[in-house]
């Protein structure tokens, strides 16, 4: 008993005067300044919502089913996303894990023996005692770290924000399949564009060829003019497959964000005209954007970690202080085992303090502490690069707005004028090299316009996946791993 009491003083000592070595993580600070001078002019109608929110589904914006659609699937489907999901949940059990040593542990012993004991045994003649014999033992055996100086507590949290950091990277990979695959639909939608542009130009081509045929049957015009349409012709036609290879190109890849091969995928009907432009754009405060986007988060959540491991190699230079406590019920029969009185237990307090390690404990601190000043300026880096890319595109706004509107008077004046060639042409006033300059700058001009319009798109989803994409506003998590039927995760 009164050793009992002598232990149970000492312990309740330690616990109340213990403690957490180590800084304590401290957010940090929205950094000042922003984007806010990259905001472009009202233009086409569209203008900036200043502090709106952004929503998960802003895809839906642009009024396209199809495009809903494949973001759905791609959702459901995405084995990037299913892998990165399951990740984060062998994160969560390995956090349990480490979470566990905080609490005493208990385990249940047992040995099985058969020995041989002489007298040495009792430091006594080696022949005064002389025994061989079976041993049984059975028992419960207790260990309980009192972690005086938080090494254990600063490990459960830096695995802690090890954890958030998986979740962190979760969601940038849920962010970017949303981005992708609407981009991608975008660029599935131009190239056949270009695609429907090329042909009809070819036609075009076609009917004046023969056009040109019937003039030099006529006599009206030289051969080398009817060599020159048919060069041009065919020069057009020849763009054709590598126009339908990208446009296939897009489509397998669109196949492979949706978890599908290019055999069993279904793509919908895509053309540009199906989309709208979004004519009301948020746009997040900088100190809310800090709190959105995912990879400033893992910035965040990784300098959390390194905080969290200075304290750890710290306490790692104090000393540790356990609690130790067994009871076994043990026999030299078994037929006896657990009938007659055999116990045997032991409790104490443990304790063990470093001395002299080389220099390897303070070199351990040191590195600490120069990996949480690394996480420092990588999250300072993280800010800046998203702030950088809020401004680009905000200002690609601006530009593809003036860019299309003068794309498309170069288009009008291009039709234009190959319908003025093409007149005059027929009335024997130009000839078939002017007409055919005519119809490059409109060729030019068509799918120089047909770009234009697709950037303008691509360029407005790249201000919402800047934003952080909105997954807080998701009505499920996005990190979560999705359950089959029937099936649960804890």
């Not at 929110?53 to 396209?64: E, K, R, T």
């Not at 959105?292 to 990784?302: F, S, V």
């Not at 030299?332 to 409790?347: E, N």
């Not at 798109?457 to 952080?468: C, I, K, P, Q, S």
Request: with cysteine.
């Amino acid at each position: 008993m009164r050793t009992g009491n002598v232990v149970s003083g000492v312990v309740a000592m330690l616990l109340a005067a213990g403690c957490t070595l180590g800084p304590n993580f401290v957010r940090p600070e929205a950094p000042a300044g922003g984007y806010a001078h990259a905001a472009p002019a009202p233009a086409d109608g569209r203008s900036l919502a200043y502090g709106a929110d952004v929503a998960d589904d802003w895809y839906q914006l642009f009024h396209s089913a199809a495009l809903d659609q494949l973001v759905r699937t791609a959702l459901a489907g995405n084995p990037d996303l299913e892998g990165a999901r399951h990740g984060l949940l062998a994160a969560q059990y390995e956090l349990k894990a480490v979470a566990g040593t905080q609490l005493p542990q208990l385990d249940a012993t047992g040995q099985i023996a058969r020995a041989h004991i002489n007298g040495s045994y009792l430091y006594g003649p080696v022949n005064e005692i002389d025994v061989t014999g079976n041993h049984w033992q059975l028992g419960p055996a207790l260990a309980y770290n009192l972690d005086p100086f938080g090494a254990t507590r600063r490990q459960v949290e830096a695995q802690r924000a090890s954890t958030a950091v998986v979740r962190d990277q979760v969601l940038n990979t849920y962010v970017t399949l949303v981005d992708q695959t609407v981009v991608t639909a975008f660029d599935y939608a131009a190239a056949q564009a270009e695609i429907d542009v090329t042909r009809a130009l070819v036609d075009e081509l076609e009917s004046q060829y023969q056009l040109t045929q019937t003039l030099e049957n006529a006599g009206k015009i030289i051969h080398s003019d009817t060599l020159q349409a048919q060069t041009q012709l065919e020069n057009l036609r020849a763009t054709l497959p590598a126009l339908e290879q990208q446009r296939d190109t897009y489509r397998n890849a669109l196949a492979q964000l949706c978890g599908q091969t290019p055999d069993t995928f279904n793509m919908p009907a895509l053309t540009l005209h199906d989309f709208t432009l979004p004519q009301k754009l948020p746009l997040s405060l900088p100190s809310t954007l800090v709190r959105q986007r995912p990879d400033i988060l893992a910035a965040e959540d990784a300098l959390h970690q390194a905080s969290a491991n200075i304290g750890a190699a710290e306490a790692a230079r104090f000393p540790q202080l356990t609690i130790s406590a067994q009871y076994a019920q043990q026999t030299t029969a078994l037929s006896d085992f657990l009938t007659r009185p055999g116990a045997v237990w032991s409790a104490g307090l443990n304790a063990s303090a470093p001395l002299f390690h080389g220099g390897t404990l303070a070199a351990r601190q040191h590195e600490a502490e120069e990996r949480y000043r690394q996480a420092q300026a990588s999250y300072r880096s993280a800010v800046l690069a998203a702030f950088v890319e809020v401004a680009n595109a905000l200002q690609s706004l601006e530009h593809d707005a003036q860019g299309y509107a003068a794309h498309n008077v170069a288009l009008d004046a291009a039709r234009a004028d190959r319908e003025l060639a093409l007149a005059q042409y027929r009335a024997g006033k130009y000839t078939e090299l002017q007409v055919l300059t005519a119809e490059q700058q409109y060729q030019d001009a068509a799918l120089t316009e047909v770009q234009a319009d697709v950037q303008r798109f691509t360029d407005t989803a790249g201000l919402f996946r800047a934003l952080g994409g909105g997954w807080w506003n998701a009505p499920h998590d996005p990190a979560a791993l999705v359950a089959a039927a029937g099936e649960t995760h804890e």
